[in-house]
């Protein structure tokens, strides 16, 4: 009996500490554990002293004789006690299935709690561009335990239903953050950085095997596998990779892209029907990420690309700018002239905006996605990104030196400008604690009005004067002119950087700008003062 009593005391108790926190439900449990007790000591006072039966002794028997002669002095105070026994033994039968039900509602109970966290934080990610909070709904999750969560795509082909396991997004409930997790406040004056927006780190992958260099450091500079988890999508079904994705276990979600047929194209077209998978394999991943996943960003990588130690606190503390500032679209790790010898290696934690389009490790919101996908194209998807109808005069965040490199030159586009370009970019070595430095600067409005002064009072010279060095004198900044597609190309071969445009935008440029390192000086490659707009022309 007295087990019955501690049992209920104690799961009293428990109830009492997991509803502290509601007020109503702290006075129904005060109440019910001092009745409890009241009635327990109520109980103790009628009852008879502890000592041998033949004396009016304790419940418990004695020997022979003795237990008879108690039994026959105490009658009726046995019966009442007998009585109570049996009820205690029903009400401890019935705490064990009052315990059970606690359990679960305990269960149910912190699941309702992190849903009202994820839509908090949610709430605060989609103010609108006045800045105005509007309240929103959290996600709604099915009724089933935190760590897993079924999601079918429905957009399988024929009866090729992908079936994955994952983790629901949001659902985060780490105490203490990593190290690289603890965000100051960045003065940003937009959203300071959350230490619990999750960005997943999509890996589109194929038929590499190593894809485990790739994967191998994603996960050794990786903080945390709950704010960052890794989901490689795979195409062409090519087995030895799969094995090799495989091999990663739980730290990373393994999903296959379930068409694997050739796809029907002119017959001038049959020389890139790579590029016409590539952009179906994307179109379909980025569905999982954003509609079977339920995510709200990604960074995208591909299965030949390298990172750098700050590749994550670089994506984390540029989120908020690209959430709030509806001139940006994306957040790249690249820099198209990043090669060694055109970056300045002092100055790791610089960045820039640009009107090129870089990808090779960029953050997509999922509403830009939204806009994207009805629309997105059957091939050559890098290019289309940087069509005017796509862009809509918005820019991307693009480092100084890369967060990003790629090894891989055997693929689609048959090594074009690895050899000449993309080996010798310089990947990052020094981590920058980005999430605690003050990147306003990159706003359009603080920005552009001090990019223009910084570049337009930079003194005009000849690139002659650069590659001979004549009477310059200092590290800069100079600044080069060119006022012609020609003139642009001409200038750009002869300093070292890449001559290409983009319906009419170079690489790595803002407002017709190319800023890069030449011979140690800082170089503005730039349009005449008056710059207005790009000639889509000039591609």
């Not at 007790?37 to 009852?47: D, E, T």
């Not at 949610?122 to 009724?143: G, M, W």
């Not at 969560?149 to 203490?176: A, R, W, Y």
């Not at 179906?280 to 709200?296: E, K």
Request: charged residues 25%; proline residues 6%; contains cysteine.
């Amino acid at each position: 009996m007295m087990k019955a009593f501690s049992s209920l005391r104690s799961l009293l108790w428990c109830h009492w500490a997991m509803v502290r926190k509601k007020g109503s439900l702290i006075l129904c449990g005060a109440f019910l554990f001092v009745a409890w007790n009241a009635l327990i000591l109520l109980f103790l006072w009628g009852r008879p002293p502890i000592g041998r039966l033949g004396e009016g002794g304790g419940a418990e028997p004695g020997a022979g004789e003795e237990w008879g002669a108690g039994k026959a002095k105490v009658g009726g105070a046995n019966g009442l006690a007998g009585e109570v026994i049996r009820l205690a033994e029903e009400v401890e039968s019935e705490l064990e299935t009052q315990k059970k039900l606690l359990k679960q509602i305990q269960s149910h109970r912190e699941l309702w709690e992190q849903q009202k966290k994820l839509g908090n934080r949610e709430s605060e990610d989609t103010k609108d561009e006045k800045n105005i909070e509007e309240p929103k709904k959290p996600q709604q999750f099915s009724a089933i335990p935190l760590s897993h969560k079924t999601v079918e795509d429905t957009k399988s082909i024929g009866k090729n239903t992908q079936t994955l396991t994952v983790t629901p997004p949001g659902l985060v409930t780490k105490e203490k953050p990593d190290q690289n997790e603890q965000i100051t406040e960045n003065e940003v004056g937009l959203n300071k950085p959350s230490p619990q927006i999750i960005i997943p780190i999509l890996v589109i992958a194929c038929d590499r095997v190593t894809v485990k260099r790739s994967l191998d450091k994603l996960i050794q500079y990786r903080p945390s596998a709950e704010l960052y988890p890794i989901i490689v999508s795979q195409d062409c079904g090519h087995a030895d990779t799969a094995r090799v994705i495989g091999s990663y276990g739980s730290q990373i979600t393994h999903i296959s892209q379930p068409d694997l047929a050739d796809i029907p194209v002119r017959p001038d077209h049959r020389k890139f029907q790579g590029y016409y998978k590539i952009a179906r394999h994307y179109r379909w991943a980025l569905n999982q990420v954003f509609n079977a996943f339920a995510y709200s960003t990604v960074v995208i990588v591909e299965d030949d690309l390298e990172v750098a130690p700050d590749f994550f606190e670089y994506f984390r503390a540029v989120y908020p700018i690209l959430r709030s500032d509806p001139t940006l679209w994306c957040i790249s790790a690249w820099n198209d002239n990043g090669r060694e010898g055109l970056v300045d290696p002092g100055k790791a934690k610089l960045l820039y905006r640009t009107d090129f389009f870089p990808g090779l490790g960029w953050m997509l919101l999922k509403e830009v996605w939204a806009e994207l996908e009805p629309k997105w194209p059957k091939a050559f998807w890098d290019d289309w990104m940087r069509h005017p109808e796509q862009r809509k005069d918005r820019s991307c965040i693009r480092p100084e030196i890369s967060r990003t490199m790629t090894f891989g030159r055997k693929g689609v586009s048959l090594g074009q400008f690895f050899d000449q370009y993309l080996r010798y970019i310089k990947l990052n070595a020094e981590f920058v604690p980005f999430t605690k430095i003050d990147l306003s600067y990159l706003v359009r409005e603080k920005y552009d009005e001090n990019f223009e002064k910084e570049v337009y009072s930079a003194p005009l010279v000849k690139v002659e004067e650069l590659q001979h060095g004549g009477s310059l004198k200092g590290n800069g900044p100079f600044r080069v002119q060119y006022s012609s597609r020609d003139s642009f190309k001409v200038l750009a071969r002869s300093l070292g950087v890449m001559d290409d445009l983009k319906s009419g935008v170079p690489r790595a440029g803002y407002r017709g700008v190319v800023s890069f390192i030449y011979r140690g000086r800082r170089i503005f490659l730039a349009p005449p003062e008056g710059w207005t707009k790009y000639d889509t022309s000039w591609s």
